[in-house]
């Protein structure tokens, strides 16, 4: 089991920035390849980036690319989404997700382990 807490949510205006985190406990963190989805009211969940093992390696969907960055430090068993250039399209529910599998998936049936999430407000 890996328990997943989110962290870092909250309201900000549009250009603004925020900072995710999300710590995990449990077995071993740096097994896992570790996710970022976000999930608006009455949409469905989407992918935003993705994490491999050693953190050498990253994936992003293209409407955050090049404003958001994520990033792990196994030593402190957490994972980071950096936002920036905040837009009122990128509010919504954030999770972190734990993937078991090799390589960088941005399909959520991939991911094994999510948190409950943190809401991420942006006003216009």
């Known amino acids: 089991q890996v328990q997943l807490v989110e962290s870092g949510g909250g309201l900000v205006q549009a250009g603004g920035s925020l900072r995710l985190s999300c710590a995990a406990s449990g077995r071993a963190f740096g097994n896992y390849g570790m996710g970022w989805f976000r999930q608006a009211p009455g949409k469905e969940r989407e992918f935003v980036a993705a994490i491999n093992r050693s953190g050498g390696s990253t994936l992003y969907a293209d409407s955050v690319k090049g404003r958001f960055t994520i990033s792990r430090d196994n030593a402190k068993n957490t994972v980071y989404l950096q936002m920036n250039s905040l837009k009122p399209e990128d509010t919504g529910v954030y999770h972190c997700?734990?993937?078991?599998?090799?390589?960088?998936?941005?399909?959520?049936?991939?991911?094994?382990?999510w948190g409950q999430g943190t809401q991420v407000t942006v006003s216009s």
């Open positions: 997700a734990a993937d078991p599998h090799y390589g960088l998936w941005s399909e959520p049936y991939k991911y094994e382990y």
